[in-house]
Every structure is written in structure tokens, then in C-alpha cells.
């Protein structure tokens, strides 16, 4: 049996190995082996880091040789001695799982410096300066990474000899002052630790990779594979590589760039970059960079072989690039090329534009945009006529496009309690850091004093497609009082603001915002999405306004019109309430036919707005309790409205109490008990067909969705009901119309008897969040109360309301696709649970067979994309 291989050189690899080496370390070897100046080292795999925890998140004895082995070859390679003070080998540690996840893991930089190859090393390189800064920077990064110090502490310890030195930039700190920083870091590690900091270089290597390891499970890499459905068993590499200084003088730097704009998509080269300084002075945004262009006048040669190096990487890989550089001494260095995060906006320019460049197909483009981006192109902008009334108060950087209005807070823990009630929140900060990922998440926009177009807060917030302004110096932020300045205003806690992530625009309060419109690259992309997808993309609406939108934005129908939801308002809710207090089917009858002209102009507007696409319509679904006052002065009210006791209501509204409501009288029940709100139903979907036909605009053909069927007997009966009705009315206005009856699988035993059920059925649509519901056996509105908890332990990768479960619900959906087309071969299937608007799960549909999705307005066109990315995947034959 052959010995698992668990380290490759960067000249073993190759862009194929993703899986094995991740992201960074497969690109890295495509890198050296096109001969391009990266910095020699190895890759441990990401069988290393799932071994990590399979073995108790220790690093099995084999593995450190193998390590131990490498670092040997290294040492070879680039003539250097690893812990020699006279000519030392150091190294920087960094992850690179499969996916990109920027900023979500960790990395150290300068691993092999201690006390003694310190001085050798100012020796070496006669600049004792760059080389105690370099040690200083290890020395925090090794205490924040791998043990868990305070990096704030460090900082303040910066800050602290700034003050005393009376300088603001930390390159202004000299020689002495570094020393001194060693010193004070050091004595900070060991009151904290109670031991000296470590020494010996193999020591600090191996912590440093375990280090990377553990933080593929540390909080913000697990919310960050949450969001973007990164599985848990992928694990991350780690990359080993010999150390280039960008901080080693004035003809030193580093930067990021991207072979074209990911904010805007337009083709040429952005990026930022400082002058002596390492990696993370950059992305951290704790100096603010200049742009790349400027480059080219400090460093015209560096400048020429980085534009070349870039556009033959963007060709090699057929996309944009997202770059990391070091020079060090006037000689260039690439540590880092990927397929670069960008906008959706970015996203679809550039997918239009590599095509029309020759340099992708059709197909491709449509692969290379998330559909979860295009939420952000979706969602309104700034109405121009309140804008141009409005007065900018500051300018930051354009870091993410889109318009945000929402109150200040300023942690990310704010944000998040304030999103939870309800409220719309712009979070500012100095700078961000991967601990704020879930403020960020939950937040309408972000305002950050420091950072440049590279920074965290611009590279995540553009993932996410979060409207991002970062790098306003201006401001000063009191954290502690919770304000903020800006030119004359102050701004505190709750204050409305609103920033405009295109032009990097800062305004006081609110400003209106007008709707989205699919025109331009976006509506060109889209139709190549149409033209390969191979299933049809419904909307959920329950009103005209919503069937509008979710028409404009593409619906080829509405798969789920909820009923009730036209119930609440105004006199509608008194005679609903009326309905439910009567106490015989005349008096129901009586208070139904209050509420027929409503559901029928309703209709009439659904139909015309979808102009005479297909409308499922699902009868009455909640338990009538839902629909009765609680509170003692909305009881009396309605006892004075209605000319009924308290004590009836009180009375009715005992009746009607359920311990578990989600399993109770509701659904179909409810026409099996009360078939008369069936045939109201009925007659309000029939007449506003017959009505809107003969206007002879549109040709409407009426679909009645029965929900929470469990068996084909009450299926049956209520269907009865429907057809009675229905043929009644039909043949009353002596016209021609045809109709269709389905139900709802949204109950286990549905999907498990689907076969006889569709004796009955001339449609199914999967109810996919009552059906996940019942099949897990937890209430959506409950289980967020413990979810979190099976997330730590990883019970649960995702929320299953969230992405559909394909193991256990994804189960029950193929028995009964496959028990219902043996059945009826002609059975219309689909899904309406907010599942259809998930990519995941519209994939899922798409290899199952389903014949549509249905999903809110605004998912439309996410689903539109990921039907479309399903079918090129996975063509059905």
C-alpha cells in the first residue's frame, strides 16, 4: 500500500490539484511552472488538515517528518539555513483552502526570527531597522494567530511609542524604537502566557500550522462557508514559502491588484500598493495605499513586468485576476494569483466582455457569475431627483457598489442586535477585520475611516455585494461615546446616513431610493441564461404589485398566490372575523360573500399583471385562529363592531387554541370542515378568469393549488367541491374554459403516497418549507433558537430552510416526481417554498425533473441564473 503524500513543492503541482492544494497552492504551482518569479516553498495538502482533526487536531508524527523534510529542500533550493544566524531561511505560513475565502483564515509572515537570528539577520542584510520591524511583526502576528493574544493590545503598544515619539506612521519609528517594540511585544506575551515567547524555529512552524489548521474552524471561516456553502470536509492547505521583504527600504513594497476594475468591470489594471511595507499593511488597511498607476512612475521596470506578468496570467486562466506582489530591492515577486472577487456589476461586465473579447464562450459566461450576486443589481439605488437635492458631506473610496441608507452603529455586534429588531444599519468603522463578518453581513452598507480599494472591508463587502465606502480619513470616530465626525457634522449612534458605494458619497440622513432595472450587460446576460435553462422560473406573489415585479424581472408565472395574505386588510379582516364567529354555514356563507369582491378584484389584477402566464392560487392555508384579536381592547372592539359578546370571542377563541398549530386544523382541513370558504374561493378564481378572458387581452387558464394533502380521499373532497363550483360558473357564462386542480406536497405522507395522489392532481408543487418542517420534525420560526448550536458542532452545515436538505426532504421530493409521473406522465411539477429561489436547490430541482421554480420577486433572477448554470452542469437529455 502506497504512503499517502502529504506535501508537494510548488513545482510538483498545477492548477488541477485545487481539491489537494487548494486555491493559492495550485496557483502557485502554475505559477513556477510557467516560470514566473514566485518565491520557491511547498504546499501541505488539505488531506493534512482533515487528518488534523480526525486525529484529534493533532499533526500526526508522519506528516511533521514530511514537513521537516521539505523545509530541508528548501533550505537547498534557496541557500539559506533555517534558524542560522548568519544567513537565515524565513518563511511566511499561509492557508488556501479550494474556495476563496479572503481574509477568513490566518497567515504569519517571518516565521524563523528569535533573538538570536535577529541580529544575524540586521547583519545579513546591513539594515538592522527593516529586520527588528520584521521581528516585531512576527512576534504579534505569532501571538495573535496561534495563541490567541490580543492584536488590539499590540497596536496600542505601536501607538503608545508613536506618542512618545511624537510621529503618526509607523515606518517613521527608527531602529531603536523597533528594538524597543521587540522588547515591550515580548515582556506583553510572557505576562499573558507565563512563558518566554519561543525560540526555536521548527517549534514555531509547526504551531504555525497548526495554527492555520484550527482556524478553517474558527468562528468567522464557519459563518463565512455558511454564507458562501463551502463544505466543512474540504478542509485547507497550507503554504509554506521562503519570505520576500517588501518592508526592507524605500525600493521595497507590496501590494494586491486585479487585472481589471472588480468594482466596475472596466478592462484595465487596479490595484494599490505600498512602499516599504509587508502584505498586511495593505489589506488591513492600516495606511492608505496609492493606486498601481503610480507604480509606474516610482518603479516604470517593476511596473512593465508586473502589466505583463498580469495580462498573461488573465489569459492563461481565461479571467480576471486577483494578484498579491512583493518587490523586494527593486526585484519583483508573485505570491498569490486567483480568479478575483468582484461585483455582480463587475461580474456581468466582465463575463460580456470576455466573450465579446473571444476569449470564452457563451456558456462559460454564464458559469462565471454567483447567482446569489445578482441580489445586489436587484434591489433599488438612489432616486437621481432626491440625490441631486441632496448635499455630500464627505468622499470615501468606491469600494462596492449600490446605495444604502440605514442608523450608525459601530460594531459589529451592534449591527447584528439592531438587524435582529428590525432596523436598517450602516456600519462604520476605523477599519474592519474578519471578527466583523456578521455585522458586516447583516448590514445595509459599510463606512470605513482607513483601508484603501484592497482592503477587507472592499474585497468582502464586494463578495457579499454589500454597498462599501471605504478609506474616508476624515472622519474621527469615538467608539467609546459612539459618534462620529465629519466636516462640521456629528453623527452619533442611530442617526440616519446614507453612502452611495459607486461614487463613494457620504450623506446626512435619508435619501429615497427608486427601483432596479434589468437592461444593458445584465440584460444580455440573462438572456443567455434563458436560452440554456431548461426549467421554468415562477414568482410567489399575492397581490398585483408584487405579480408585477416578479413579471419584470422575468417570472413565467406565479407559482404560489397565497390567499390569506389578502385577508388583513381593512374590512376584509372584519369579515373573515365574521366568518369565523358564525355559527351556522348560512351565516359563514353570508360573511364569505363580503369577502368574494375583494379575492376576485384581486385576481383579476394578478392575471392582468402577469398577462395570462400561469397562476397557481392556494386556498385558504392558516388556522383561523391567526385571523382573531388577542389583546383585551382589540377583543372589545371587535365585540362592538360585530354585535358579539366578549364572551363568544373569548369563547370561540378557546376553540380554536392549538398546542401545535403548524400541525393542526389548517390547510385542506380547513375546506373539509368549512367547504363553503372553498367554493367562495373557487367562484373568486373563476369569476375573475371568465372576467379577464373576455376582455379578450389575455387568455387565462385558472390553476387551484389544495394545500397540506396528506391523503387522496381529502383531496378528493375538497376537489369536488372546486369542480362543482368551477363547471357551475362555466357553463352559467356559456363560454369555454379550461382549469386545473393540484395540491401542495408539503406533508411526508404526501410524498410517500404521491402516486395515488396524482389520480387527482393535475399539478404538484412542493411546499418545501413545511415539508422540511415535517420531515425534520422543528418549526422554522423555533429552531434558531438551537440551530447555532448544531452549527458549532457540526450536526448541520446550513440551515435547512435555508438550502433544501437533498438527503432526507430532497429524498421524498424524487419518490414523489417519480411515483407521480408513473402515475400521470403529464403531471406539471414544481416547487414553491422559498427553496426555489436557493442555487443549491435549484440545481437540485433541475436534476430531479422538476418543470419549475417559484421563488419572491426579487429572487427571480438568481433562480433564472442558477437554472440555467443546472442545466449547462448537467444537460437533461
Not at 427601483?515 to 431548461?534: C, E, H, L, T, V
Not at 419584470?552 to 373573515?576: K, N, P, V
Request: charged residues 25%; aromatic residues 8%.
Amino acid at each position: 500500500m502506497s504512503k499517502t503524500k502529504y506535501v508537494y513543492k510548488f513545482s510538483e503541482g498545477n492548477k488541477d490539484m485545487r481539491e489537494l492544494l487548494g486555491g493559492k497552492g495550485a496557483n502557485l504551482a502554475e505559477m513556477t511552472l510557467a516560470g514566473m518569479p514566485v518565491p520557491q516553498g511547498f504546499t501541505i495538502t488539505t488531506e493534512a488538515c482533515t487528518r488534523y482533526y480526525d486525529d484529534g487536531k493533532t499533526i500526526a508524527p508522519e506528516i511533521r517528518e514530511e514537513i521537516m523534510e521539505y523545509l530541508a529542500w528548501l533550505e537547498e533550493e534557496t541557500g539559506k539555513k533555517f534558524g542560522d544566524a548568519e544567513n537565515p531561511l524565513l518563511v511566511s505560513v499561509r492557508s488556501g483552502a479550494r474556495a476563496s475565502m479572503p481574509g477568513m483564515m490566518d497567515t504569519i509572515l517571518n516565521l524563523g526570527l528569535n533573538d538570536e537570528v535577529v541580529v544575524g539577520f540586521a547583519k545579513f542584510t546591513n539594515n538592522p531597522r527593516f529586520a527588528y520591524d520584521s521581528y516585531r511583526r512576527f512576534i504579534q502576528m505569532f501571538s495573535d494567530v496561534v495563541m490567541g493574544l490580543s492584536k488590539k493590545k499590540f497596536e496600542e503598544i505601536i501607538d503608545a511609542k508613536k506618542a512618545e515619539r511624537g510621529v503618526k506612521q509607523d515606518i517613521e519609528l527608527d531602529v531603536e524604537d523597533m528594538k524597543d517594540l521587540v522588547v515591550r511585544f515580548k515582556a506583553f506575551y510572557e505576562s499573558e502566557m507565563h512563558i518566554d515567547f519561543p525560540q526555536d524555529p521548527k517549534q514555531q512552524l509547526i504551531e504555525a500550522v497548526r495554527a492555520v489548521f484550527r482556524s478553517w474552524d474558527n468562528p468567522r471561516a464557519n459563518v463565512y462557508r455558511r454564507m458562501n456553502e463551502i463544505p466543512y470536509d474540504w478542509g485547507t492547505a497550507v503554504n509554506i514559502q521562503s519570505m520576500v521583504f517588501g518592508n526592507s527600504g524605500d525600493n521595497s513594497g507590496t501590494g494586491v491588484a486585479f487585472t481589471r476594475n472588480p468594482a466596475t468591470g472596466e478592462k484595465a489594471l487596479f490595484g494599490e500598493y505600498l512602499i516599504n511595507a509587508q502584505g498586511e499593511d495593505v489589506v488591513a488597511g492600516v495606511r492608505t495605499p496609492s493606486p498601481i498607476s503610480k507604480l509606474q512612475e516610482e518603479m516604470p521596470q517593476v511596473y512593465e513586468q508586473f502589466s505583463d506578468i498580469a495580462n498573461r496570467l488573465e489569459k492563461h486562466y481565461k479571467d480576471m485576476q486577483d494578484m498579491e506582489f512583493t518587490i523586494e530591492n527593486g526585484k519583483l515577486y508573485m505570491l498569490q494569483t486567483r480568479n478575483g472577487k468582484r461585483t455582480a456589476a463587475a461580474a456581468l461586465k466582465v463575463a460580456v466582455d470576455l466573450v465579446d473579447e473571444g476569449m470564452i464562450d457563451e456558456k462559460t459566461a454564464v458559469l462565471r457569475v454567483e447567482p446569489k450576486q445578482l441580489d445586489s443589481l436587484l434591489h433599488p439605488q438612489f432616486d437621481a431627483a432626491a440625490l441631486a437635492k441632496a448635499t455630500v458631506v464627505g468622499k470615501g473610496l468606491a469600494a462596492s457598489p449600490g446605495a444604502a441608507c440605514g442608523k450608525v452603529v459601530f460594531s459589529a455586534e451592534d449591527a447584528k442586535d439592531w438587524h435582529e429588531r428590525g432596523e436598517r444599519v450602516i456600519l462604520v468603522r476605523l477599519e474592519t477585520s474578519p471578527e466583523d463578518i456578521e455585522g458586516m453581513q447583516v448590514a445595509e452598507g459599510i463606512l470605513t475611516v482607513r483601508g484603501g480599494m484592497t482592503s477587507h472591508a472592499a474585497v468582502v463587502a464586494r463578495g457579499m455585494g454589500t454597498c462599501c465606502v471605504s478609506g474616508c480619513g476624515e472622519i474621527t470616530v469615538d467608539y467609546d461615546k459612539k459618534f462620529f465626525t465629519l466636516a462640521d457634522n456629528v453623527v452619533h449612534e442611530g442617526d440616519y446616513i446614507s453612502i452611495d458605494g459607486s461614487t463613494g458619497n457620504i450623506y446626512i440622513g435619508s435619501i429615497p431610493s427608486a427601483p432596479a432595472a434589468i437592461s444593458g450587460d445584465f440584460g444580455r446576460f440573462m438572456s443567455w441564461a434563458d436560452k440554456y435553462r431548461q426549467i421554468e422560473v415562477y414568482t410567489n406573489a399575492d397581490n398585483p404589485h408584487d405579480a408585477k415585479q416578479g413579471f419584470s424581472f422575468g417570472a413565467q408565472g406565479i407559482g404560489l398566490c397565497r390567499t390569506e395574505h389578502m385577508f388583513f386588510e381593512g374590512e376584509r379582516i372584519m369579515a373573515i372575523r365574521e366568518m369565523i364567529l358564525s355559527e351556522s354555514v348560512e351565516d359563514r356563507k353570508k360573511a364569505l360573500a363580503k369577502l368574494l369582491p375583494y379575492q376576485q378584484n384581486d385576481f383579476e389584477g394578478i392575471y392582468e399583471a402577469m398577462e395570462g402566464q400561469p397562476v397557481i392560487i392556494r386556498f385558504l392555508d392558516p388556522p383561523l385562529h391567526e385571523f382573531l384579536p388577542t389583546k383585551v381592547e382589540d377583543i372589545e372592539a371587535l365585540s362592538k363592531d360585530l354585535g358579539v359578546s366578549t364572551h363568544r370571542i373569548r369563547k370561540t377563541i378557546a376553540a380554536l387554541h392549538e398546542f401545535n398549530p403548524m400541525m393542526g386544523h389548517r390547510g385542506c382541513r380547513l375546506a373539509v370542515s368549512y367547504p363553503e370558504i372553498a367554493e367562495m374561493q373557487t367562484t373568486a378564481v373563476i369569476k375573475a378568469a371568465i372576467r379577464v378572458n373576455q376582455k379578450g387581452k389575455y387568455t387565462v387558464t385558472p390553476n387551484i393549488m389544495i394545500p397540506l394533502v396528506g391523503e387522496v380521499k381529502e383531496l378528493k373532497f375538497v376537489k369536488d367541491v372546486v369542480v362543482e363550483t368551477a363547471d357551475r360558473l362555466i357553463a352559467a357564462a356559456g363560454i369555454q374554459m379550461d382549469y386545473k386542480v393540484g395540491t401542495m406536497i408539503e406533508v411526508p405522507r404526501a410524498a410517500l403516497t404521491a402516486g395515488e395522489i396524482a389520480t387527482e392532481a393535475d399539478f404538484f408543487s412542493f411546499g418545501t418549507n413545511d415539508l422540511t418542517q415535517m420531515t425534520f420534525g422543528f418549526s422554522r420560526d423555533d429552531a434558531a433558537k438551537f440551530l447555532n448550536y448544531y452549527y458549532e458542532n457540526k450536526i448541520y452545515e446550513s440551515d435547512p430552510f435555508a438550502h433544501l436538505d437533498q438527503k432526507g426532504v430532497g429524498k421524498l421530493v424524487k419518490m414523489a416526481v417519480e411515483d407521480g409521473r408513473k402515475t400521470r406522465p403529464d403531471i406539471h411539477l414544481g416547487i414553491c417554498g422559498e427553496h426555489g429561489g436557493d442555487p443549491t436547490s435549484v440545481e437540485f430541482c433541475h436534476n430531479v425533473g422538476l418543470d419549475y421554480v417559484s421563488c419572491s420577486p426579487f429572487r427571480v433572477p438568481i433562480a433564472r441564473l442558477a437554472a440555467a448554470q443546472a442545466a449547462i452542469k448537467n444537460p437533461r437529455k
